[in-house]
């Protein structure tokens, strides 16, 4: 599932969460994120004539909606070639050094933003 780079095993979990929530959909993105306690956040690509909101903003949302108030890491599954810069600023917001893992739709590792 990933390249040669070792993922934490909790790491590895956000990106398989992010897969199966853009499987799930057919979305263009799936993203998870993890909150300091560990538990997790999963949404995808969320495009309505009134609303728009890419993957990550999308989970950090139903973070903060559910009360968390910092991070500890995200994931975005997407084809894209970086994360998006509004959903990145999203979980910067709430914790600045929160890495950000980005994977094509086969769950291989690209980069961490």
Known sequence: MTDAVEL????AKLIT????????TGAAEGAAVRDT???TYLAATVTLPSLQLSALQAAVAA???SGVEGLEAAAVV???EA?????LAAVHDLT????????GPDGVLR???
Do not use: K, M
């Open 78 to 80: 997407t084809a894209a």
């Open 17 to 24: 969460l992010a897969r199966s929530a853009r499987g799930r």
């Open 8 to 11: 934490d095993p909790e790491d």
């Open 111 to 113: 980069t961490r933003a």
């Open 83 to 87: 994360v998006e810069p509004a959903g």
């Open 96 to 103: 600045p050094s929160a890495p950000v893992l980005l994977a």
């Open 37 to 39: 306690d560990g538990r």
């Open 63 to 65: 973070a903060v909606s």
